[in-house]
């Protein structure tokens, strides 16, 4: 049952508000240590990745309203906490954190091509189309 399709409401998540696997990652580890607050530096040291990287993933979620800025300035100083929108939302990240656990290519499969079909509609947007008198 690894290969099975992600549910609507999953597919749709990960589709709108994942940009990559560490964001997810990134996610999962801020649903799961929940109420703790992180700056940008110590997730980047838990994760093992650059604080760059860890305050663009979490600016990301900050954006679509899944994390929040609770201290600090935009930088250094701040601190973030999981804080999604809705106890709807809250399930559909369990949901996803889940899918990640038991179904983790299908998940994976989501995120990476989901870049691949923006850059195809964006390459598709300058294909040289013939008309009717063009041979």
Do not use: C, H
Request: hydrophobic share 40%; glycine share 8%.
């Amino acid at each position: 049952m690894s290969g099975a399709p992600l549910s609507p409401d999953v597919e749709r998540f990960i589709r709108q508000n994942l940009d990559s696997i560490e964001q997810l990652e990134m996610l999962v580890l801020l649903r799961l240590q929940q109420p703790r607050r992180w700056k940008a530096s110590e997730l980047a040291l838990e994760m093992r990745t650059t604080e760059g990287s860890a305050a663009t993933r979490l600016r990301g979620l900050v954006q679509r309203g899944i994390v929040r800025e609770v201290s600090g300035t935009s930088g250094a100083d701040a601190t973030y906490e999981y804080a999604p929108a809705d106890e709807a939302m809250d399930a559909t990240i369990g949901a996803v954190a889940t899918a990640y656990v038991t179904r983790r290519y299908v998940v994976i499969e989501a995120i990476v091509g989901n870049p691949k079909d923006k850059i195809q509609l964006f390459a598709d947007a300058f294909r040289l189309r013939k008309g009717k008198g063009d041979d």
